[in-house]
């Protein structure tokens, strides 16, 4: 109830506002004309300034008061905006990471059915050499000790999932612990962004299905900077244009954001700076220092 009053009043009070600022608009005019020499225009006399001066003043004054008041409610509405962002991100992060652990879950189940098999067949060497493949694998799929946030963990390990789906191989080189360096919401948003559009681009269907296809993620540190990479193999030569505001090369699939809001992360938030190099040979690369 209360919060319905409130909003009513907001309202209510952005309807004055508006009402002021056309009486103020024609009170303009009309002694702008007065000054002009203008008594009468469309039929009606201008008004001169010694009669008008104090109600401008009155609704100057009252219009300052109401936008100072309507200035406060939107501050507070932009933190609430970000305060559900924030939410929002969380809880898709742990809705992830729900799934991940669901399905290692049947994953574990199905290498332990495997492995009583064995030994119920006295074929001891054979869950032995099972056991062993199965843990040099999992030490392969995804290092993430190393980056000291759980969130950017979670998104490699979800990005990895999805790439596979399209034959593309992930390959994470994680040496630095950038838990102090970025906000962990602000890095979610740049590694996603720089991994699903190497994802975009490697499972076009103009790359042949023998083709190997994978991306490359690296997070390094230098003279206390963070070094991010990501590479996609193989990759089209890549307009430097890239970064601008709407520029899309997805058609309808693409809102020309994405990569415009990771530079705008790096540079202006962080002081950084981000780069694109591509060649037919290489691929494509995004280099970014924070």
Known sequence: MK?????????TLIIICISQIIFLLICAWSLYLSLLG??????????????????????????????IY???????????????AVAKISNETNENT????????????????VIIGYLQLNRTQNAIDY???????????LPVNGLGMSEVAVVLMIKQEEAA??????????????????????????ISNLIDNAIYE?????????????????????NEKIIVQVRNYPGAVVDKSIF???????????????????????????????????????GTTFSLTI
Not at 40 to 63: A, K, P, Q, R
Not at 70 to 81: A, G, I, N
Not at 209 to 221: G, L, P, R, W
């Open 165 to 190: 789906k399209y034959g593309i191989k992930s390959k994470y080189c994680l040496n630095a612990d950038i838990s102090n360096k970025i906000s962990s919401i602000d890095m979610v948003r740049i």
């Open 202 to 222: 490697l499972k076009k269907s103009r790359y042949n299905k023998q083709t190997e296809k994978f991306i490359e993620v690296s997070f390094d540190c230098s």
């Open 244 to 282: 601008k505001y709407g520029y899309t090369t997805k058609g309808s699939d693409g809102s020309g954001i994405g990569l415009h809001t990771v530079k705008k992360l790096v540079e202006e938030k962080y002081q950084g700076a981000i780069e694109v190099t591509s060649s037919t040979e290489n």
């Open 70 to 84: 309507l200035c406060h409610e939107f501050f507070k509405m932009s933190l609430l905006e970000n305060k559900l």
């Open 38 to 67: 203008i008594d009468n225009f469309l039929g009606y006399h201008t008004v001169h300034t010694n009669s008008v001066s104090i109600s401008l003043l009155l609704v100057s004054s009252s219009l300052a008061v109401a936008m």
């Open 98 to 113: 729900l799934k991940i652990l669901r399905s290692h879950r049947h994953d574990f189940l199905n290498h332990m059915q």
């Open 131 to 141: 056991i062993l493949n199965l843990n040099t694998e999992l030490n392969n799929v």
């Open 3 to 11: 919060n319905r009053s409130i909003k009513h009043f907001r309202d």
